[in-house]
């Protein structure tokens, strides 16, 4: 029998989950037809107007006439009568769909900017617009403080290490080994997950029980860490991870580069508990501590020396989820608390913060439309005190200094309904509220958003998005403020079996008290297989932010009109890798000194700053090269070394001045760094 044309598609649940081995045939022969693969997906010869038949177990049968077009997304309708047991499965957000960028554990381990840090992945997509070299994600110009991170859907408030009391970090707290994905909403952040004014980043852990003990063991130049993952019967698992971090041997190697970074520790410990007790309900708890402390040489005008900081670290997510037969029940509770030492000259302070949340949620699957909806409650508590200058311009035991003691905390209740309806195969669309329940003096407030997934063809996806957005946020020299934004996004992807290209447009207005900032934005992406062995990527992101402070219109940090980002990967004799990744971006804005006044009571300098104008251009070119090593045949392991910066380029971080800001020096950012390690399975 010869066909016309030859039709591809997906058979999913009501979940969007795909169906293995459905049935797909032609009615009036049912001897042509084929099955779905591991994926959902199907290939099949048919005619305009046929009619096919979509059969699997537990579902109701479908049927469907062919038309012109030769792509079909086909969901299928549990069938209650035959479902006598629902069988809990991975989790899944009801916004997945409107998600920009999921990244799996092997993305995060294969690419070279990732340092094999979840966090640090996402910092080198397009979106990221991060401009000090930390952890500290931020996300298509807004600042880092607006990005929401969750894990297991409970919130992480400080999810960096090696932190200084700004908040900025060098790494994320998070073991990329337990990461199952991560899904990246840059802007628009669902409102299923509430607290978060820009975007978002959502991490899950892995829900497997390994049939036999997996281990891991890693030694690089800057740490000794070991991993394990063992079955505790046939129900349940038990990770542990731990990592010591010493200095010595990574200063030894790069003096030059690290001259000012003087000595850092640390030493964390995490436990990972899953648990399946029955085919309807899965239990999560994880539990990571850490202590590090940090020294690095600093340079005022007034004052040199060293910048000491230490820090302890703790906290719990426990989660549990029941499945039923048209919906899902989920609990996700979180504890955390922190307490930071920072010393410099007169500066004497300690931070210590605490964080409790909870929430409970109900996710009801029908066939064409979602609706999760639920109540959260999520508080947090600092307490601040310490001695500290009291000019900023005139640190060191010579001059007056000043004591504060603060305690500030926010309650923050909110409840949500989110809902998604299946309009075609091809349209989705999506929307949600979320509204908080003011306690104290804090303002209520209503967040609101809109979303429409558009696939038109297999290959091209289309994502627009609206919405307005609420955070309230802790510090420690005003009271707790809220942070409100407005944003819009409009997202394209093109995805082939060798290229991947994204187009993304967005527009984000910002308001918090006596500050407003502004940016539209653009991102281009591409990703192209050259070969089987060469593959390479391309990314520009352009930013035109302005900031408003106390009704003076000035340039934002974050006005940048160009990163560019790209890396080439080669691979050859069929276990070496060598992967080249640079970025090249426009300076960001500065407000440097233009003069001094002395001042006689003080017996110092103050300066006075000038209007900002910028930094010089940011590059950077990083090369590493890696190799697949096999020990007696049962032990796997890598060994791998990489070049930061590896051409050396100067790139300023700000200016030191001395002590009447006639003369300044530039303080740079990483200079070029050597790093090997070697990490072995078995």
Do not use: C
Not at 612 to 631: C, E, T, W
């Amino acid at each position: 029998m010869a066909f016309s044309q030859t039709i591809t598609g997906q058979v999913t649940d009501n979940n969007g989950e795909s169906l293995p081995g459905a049935n797909v045939f032609h009615k009036q022969n049912p001897t042509m037809g084929t099955i779905t693969n591991p994926d959902g997906f199907f290939t099949l010869p048919a005619d305009k107007n046929d009619t096919l038949v979509v059969r699997f177990i537990g579902f109701k049968e479908k049927q469907f006439i062919t038309s012109t077009h030769t792509h079909y997304l086909i969901h299928l309708e549990s069938d209650k009568m035959e479902m006598q047991e629902v069988v809990v499965k991975a989790e899944r957000l009801i916004a997945e769909e409107f998600t920009q960028r999921k990244i799996k554990k092997l993305e995060i381990y294969t690419n070279p900017s990732a340092k094999a840090d979840p966090i640090l992945a996402v910092s080198s997509s397009p979106s990221a617009t991060t401009t000090d070299e930390s952890a500290n994600i931020s996300l298509r110009g807004s600042s880092p403080v607006e990005t929401g991170i969750f894990l297991n859907n409970v919130p992480i408030n400080d999810a960096v290490r090696y932190s200084q009391l700004n908040g900025i970090g060098t790494f994320s707290i998070f073991n990329t080994a337990l990461i199952k994905e991560v899904l990246v909403f840059p802007g628009n952040p669902p409102l299923e997950f509430g607290n978060t004014s820009s975007g978002l980043i959502a991490l899950q852990t892995d829900e497997v029980i390994p049939k036999k003990t997996i281990n891991t063991l890693s030694l690089t130049l800057a740490s000794m860490g070991l991993y394990t993952q063992r079955p505790m019967g046939k129900k349940s698992s038990l990770t542990a991870f731990s990592n010591y971090q010493p200095s010595a041997l990574l200063k030894s190697i790069n003096k030059s580069a690290l001259e000012q970074l003087k000595k850092f520790n640390s030493v964390d410990l995490g436990i990972h508990y899953f648990l399946r007790p029955n085919e309807q309900s899965v239990i999560k708890l994880f539990n990571y501590s850490l202590r590090e402390s940090y020294q690095f040489q600093l340079k005022q005008p007034t004052a040199s020396g060293i910048f000491n900081q230490q820090k302890t670290r703790n906290f719990t997510v426990a989660n549990y989820r029941r499945r039923m037969k048209n919906g899902e029940l989920s609990f996700n509770n979180g504890l955390s608390f922190s307490n930071g030492y920072y010393n410099f000259s007169t500066i004497n302070l300690d931070l210590a913060m605490q964080d409790l949340y909870t929430s409970i949620n109900y996710h009801h699957f029908a066939d064409k439309i979602e609706i999760k909806t639920g109540i959260s409650y999520d508080y947090k508590n600092s307490n601040f005190e310490g001695t500290f200058p009291e000019y900023d311009y005139a640190i060191g035991d010579a001059y007056p200094i000043q004591s504060e003691s603060s305690k500030q905390s926010v309650a923050l209740p909110e409840v949500y309904l989110y809902s998604k309806y299946f309009l075609t195969p091809q349209i989705i669309l999506g929307g949600g509220v979320r509204q908080s329940i003011p306690i104290k003096d804090h303002t209520a407030f209503l967040s609101k958003q809109f979303n429409i997934s558009y696939q038109p063809i297999p290959d091209l996806s289309v994502i627009l998005a609206t919405g307005n957005y609420n955070k309230y946020q802790l510090s420690q020299s005003i009271q707790p403020y809220l942070i409100s934004s407005i944003q819009h996004s409009l997202d394209l992807a093109f995805t082939t079996t060798k290229l991947e290209t994204t187009f993304s447009l967005f527009h984000k207005q910002s308001e918090q008290p006596g500050i407003s900032t502004r940016v539209n934005g653009l991102e281009i992406y591409g990703k192209y297989s050259i070969t089987r062995n060469v593959k390479a990527q391309l990314s520009l992101t352009s930013l035109d932010a302005e900031l408003t402070e106390n009704d003076n219109i000035s340039f934002s940090p974050f006005d940048i009109s160009y990163f560019i980002r790209g890396n080439l990967e080669y691979k050859f004799l069929g276990t070496w890798t060598v992967t080249t990744v640079f970025l090249f971006r426009e300076g960001s804005y500065h407000r440097s000194v233009v003069s001094a006044v002395f001042d006689q009571n003080l017996n110092v300098y103050q300066p006075t700053f000038g209007n900002p104008s910028r930094l010089p251009k940011y590059n950077a070119v990083d090369i590493s090269i890696s190799k697949l090593l096999l020990i007696q045949k049962k032990y796997a392991s890598v060994a791998f070394v990489g070049l930061g910066n590896s051409f050396d380029f100067k790139n300023v971080r700000d200016y030191y001045y001395n002590f009447d800001y006639t003369y300044r020096e530039p303080n740079l950012f990483s200079r070029r760094t050597i790093y090997f390690g070697l990490v072995v399975n078995f």
